[in-house]
Nanobody, 116 residues
Framework: QVQLVESGGGLVQPGGSLRLSCAASRSIFSIYNMGWYRQAPGKQREFVAVITSGGSTNYADSVKGRFTISRDNAKNTVYLQMNSLKPGDTAVYSC??????????WGKGTLVTGSS
């Protein structure tokens, strides 16, 4: 079982920055791929970014060049640095831990609200 707790959300003006964190409960965090997803009001959850256990990254086109995903295996934590935020980035951001042949684990999410 892996428990995930996100933090770092809040209210931000357009063009601002936030850094989200997702802390995992287990020391074997390093073998998991870690993804960030978001769900805006009235919309389906969508992929934002992923970092594999080996450190490879991939991003949704909508955030490429603005968001950066990283991980600190010593702290069992994955981060999402969000720059140049737009009102359209408003959503609940959740992290997911997964690995081949294993279960998916989700956090409860943290709310990012872009003010206008």
């Amino acid at each position: 079982q892996v428990q995930l707790v996100e933090s770092g959300g809040g209210l931000v003006q357009p063009g601002g920055s936030l850094r989200l964190s997702c802390a995992a409960s287990r020391s074997i965090f390093s073998i998991y791929n870690m993804g960030w997803y978001r769900q805006a009001p009235g919309k389906q959850r969508e992929f934002v970014a992923v970092i594999t256990s080996g450190g490879s990254t991939n991003y949704a086109d909508s955030v490429k060049g603005r968001f950066t995903i990283s991980r600190d295996n010593a702290k069992n934590t994955v981060y999402l640095q969000m720059n140049s935020l737009k009102p359209g980035d408003t959503a609940v951001y959740s992290c997911k831990a997964y690995r081949k042949g294993g279960m998916d684990y989700w956090g409860k999410g943290t709310l990012v609200t872009g003010s206008s």
